[in-house]
T-cell receptor, first 110, second 114 residues
Framework: DQQVKQNSPSLSVQEGRISILNCDYT??????FLWYKKYPAEGPTFLIS?????DKNEDGRFTVFLNKSAKHLSLHIVPSQPGDSAVYFC?????????FGTGTSLTVIP | EPEVTQTPSHQVTQMGQEVILRCVPI?????FYWYRQILGQKVEFLVS????????KSEIFDDQFSVERPDGSNFTLKIRSTKLEDSAMYFC????????????FGPGTRLTVT
């Protein structure tokens, strides 16, 4: 039951460039989408979210784009920094139940 | 800054034994969650808890699992008879209210069933 998918298990980006992490979903009932960042041996940390009624939300270097017709969201990190290296999970919420993707491991090369 | 704490950080148990994983959510939060992550796999929702009762649960959360908020601060996950496939990281999370969707996660408990 893969309602939320992250098809790229890993991504490498040069410091200062843009990182684009992608996420696809299948359930049109999702109300809210979130991105979490996870370092090894730690729990996920909330990064940014977007309501299903919006198509863009920006917070500093992080921007999330939502394309409802394509059931696709993306996280843009500009400029990427070495400290951004972590696993990024997208998640979707409906009825107080949250579904996570499998994660994308981002490496930002100094 | 307030944070979610979990104990123990690592629990080793034998198959068939009962385990209780403990969490202390952020004090003014009202929604509580348990997730698990099997090594190399995605984070999976187990259960959400609000107003002293389960509000949602996944297919994974079968009769072997139970949750409890025994007092005003702790939130526990009990696995009655552990199986090898229960080996995973278990994360607790809490959320303030229905107006926000941001969950705060604890550092996790690594459960190893031998």
């Amino acid at each position: 039951d893969q309602q939320v998918k992250q098809n790229s298990p890993s991504l490498s980006v040069q410091e200062g460039r843009i990182s684009i992490l992608n996420c696809d979903y299948t359930n049109s009932m999702f109300d809210y989408f979130l991105w979490y960042k996870k370092y090894p041996a730690e729990g996920p940390t909330f990064l940014i979210s977007i309501s299903s009624i919006k198509d863009k939300n920006e917070d500093g270097r992080f921007t999330v784009f939502l394309n409802k017709s394509a059931k696709h969201l993306s996280l843009h990190i500009v400029p990427s920094q070495p400290g951004d290296s972590a696993v990024y999970f997208c998640a979707a919420e409906t009825g107080n139940q949250f579904y996570f993707g499998t994660g994308t491991s981002l490496t930002v090369i100094p | 800054e307030p944070e979610v704490t979990q104990t123990p950080s690592h629990q080793v148990t034998q198959m068939g034994q009962e385990v209780i994983l403990r969490c202390v959510p952020i004090s003014n939060h009202l929604y509580f969650y348990w997730y698990r992550q099997i090594l190399g796999q995605k984070v999976e929702f187990l259960v959400s808890f609000y107003n002293n009762e389960i509000s949602e649960k996944s297919e994974i959360f079968d009769d072997q699992f139970s949750v409890e908020r025994p007092d005003g601060s702790n939130f526990t996950l009990k696995i009655r008879s552990t199986k090898l496939e229960d080996s995973a990281m278990y994360f607790c999370a809490s959320k303030e209210d229905t107006g926000g969707y941001e969950q705060y996660f604890g550092p996790g408990t690594r459960l190893t069933v031998t």
